[in-house]
């Protein structure tokens, strides 16, 4: 394997800059350190035991889950606190979770008194204690609650109920939206005080602002996840450059059956058809005004129209996907690289776990 060049790995296959990995971790590590906010990344976007263990080793508190499957591996693996970030429903599930906290440190999220009583019975009945943070929703329109005095009535339901405690607020904020996220926190935690209950922890979320969480000053810890990834939405949100990324996409060329068209053998088992607002798939370094501009399941149609170099059959090529933690999810491992030579393959431990 220390022999392998980038250019013996088959394809398609997702390849791993490890200095870009080093770089982009310790450049958040120092940012959070430095600003006193404790960092909590989500390890959806790699999904792989030894990235994690690294997070941890550079600062990090714990680590931010969304599916039990992959907090169960991580947790394997040496983690020893996570936060789930999605709402647990179901007894399997709690059953899992509550497992888990007999392990681990965990602590969960809701948005709903049917989510914290469910979780308060099962922790009871496992004779464990979950702390719970509340979701709000800021603006995303996603999960959370919509009101300050719903956080407050949500809290107070928690902090009064055996099994759980409450541990404060959690949000995943609008992208690009720091001052209505900081707005809207402030009015919950100022409701939360005149209530009396206090919100030790205020966990926000997300790369694109994540050089931005000091503005949010009651901010206790951040959960980026792509960061150590980065993509092209990532770059283009203003953070980093292309030169960055360290999960690429390795293609081949595999037929050009028109002058304007290329095919490459990465199609949406590959890239995914998250499109992340894009209008197409992906940027290809060697012909940055080729134009992913289609997928199936197998085929990438490459349109070369405006591209004035064309790539030939056989022909390797680099992609920058718009979304990194999609592809991560695709593959069993990747090739992790340092200067050009293949250094190991990674098993993505934690990919595919649905549930
Ligand atoms: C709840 C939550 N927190 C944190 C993140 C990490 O966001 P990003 O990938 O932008 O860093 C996500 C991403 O989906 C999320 O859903």
Known sequence: MSAMSVDDIDTPAPVVDLDRVERNLKRAADYFHEKKIALRPHIKTHKIVEFSRRQVELGAVGITCQKLGEAE?????????????????????????????KRIR???????????????RAASEAGVRIELLVECDTGTGRCGVQSADEAVALAERIANTRGVSFGGLMVYPEKGKVARTRAWIAEALAALKRSGLEAKTVSVGGTPDMYHAHELEFSTEHRPGTYIYSDRAITAAGVGTLDDTALRVVATVVSRPAEDRAIIDAGSKT?????????????????????????????????LAESPEKPRIGERVTIVPNHAC??????????????????????????????
């Open 271 to 303: 890239l995914t058809s998250d499109l992340l607002g894009f209008p197409d798939h992906g940027v290809i370094l060697e012909y940055p005004k080729a134009r992913i501009v289609r997928l199936n399941e197998e085929h990438g149609i490459v349109n």
């Open 73 to 101: 591996v991580m947790a394997d693996g040496g983690i020893s606190d996570i936060l789930m970030t999605f709402p647990i429903v179901g007894e399997p599930k709690l059953k899992r979770l509550m497992a888990l906290a």
């Open 106 to 120: 965990m602590s969960a999220v809701t948005d709903s008194t049917e989510v914290a009583d469910a979780m308060a």
């Open 326 to 355: 999609v592809v991560s999810n695709l593959f069993d491992s990747v090739y992790g690289v340092s200067d050009g030579r293949v250094v190991r393959e990674i098993p993505v431990a934690a990919r595919g776990l649905v549930r």
